[in-house]
Nanobody
């Protein structure tokens, strides 16, 4: 069983930066992928970025070169650094972990990009 809690959402102006953090509790191994997904109003949940090891990352095309995902195995955290934010990045961001074929989700944190 894995529990995930997200931190760091809020309101930011276009072009600004925000860092999201997710802390996991429970049994977790370095091979378990972790990542961030988002869901904008009226849209389906979509992948933002995932990470297994520091060299094994995957990003949605829409956030490449703007977002970066980091993982601390000892602290069981996964962070998402978001730069050059755009209004279309507005969404609820969810932390995700896949453990033994089961997806675990946090409750989500709202990111609003608006002037």
């Amino acid at each position: 069983q894995v529990q995930l809690v997200e931190f760091g959402g809020g309101l930011v102006q276009p072009g600004g930066s925000l860092r999201l953090s997710c802390r996991a509790s429970g049994t977790l191994y370095s091979i378990n992928p972790m990542g961030w997904y988002r869901q904008a109003p009226g849209k389906e949940r979509e992948l933002v970025a995932t990470i297994t090891t520091s060299t094994n990352t995957n990003y949605a095309d829409s956030v490449k070169d703007r977002f970066a995902i980091f993982r601390d195995y000892n602290r069981k955290t996964v962070d998402l650094q978001m730069n050059s934010l755009k209004p279309e990045d507005t969404a609820v961001y969810y932390c995700n972990c896949n453990h033994s074929g089961t997806d675990y989700w946090g409750e989500g944190t709202l990111v609003t990009v608006s002037s």
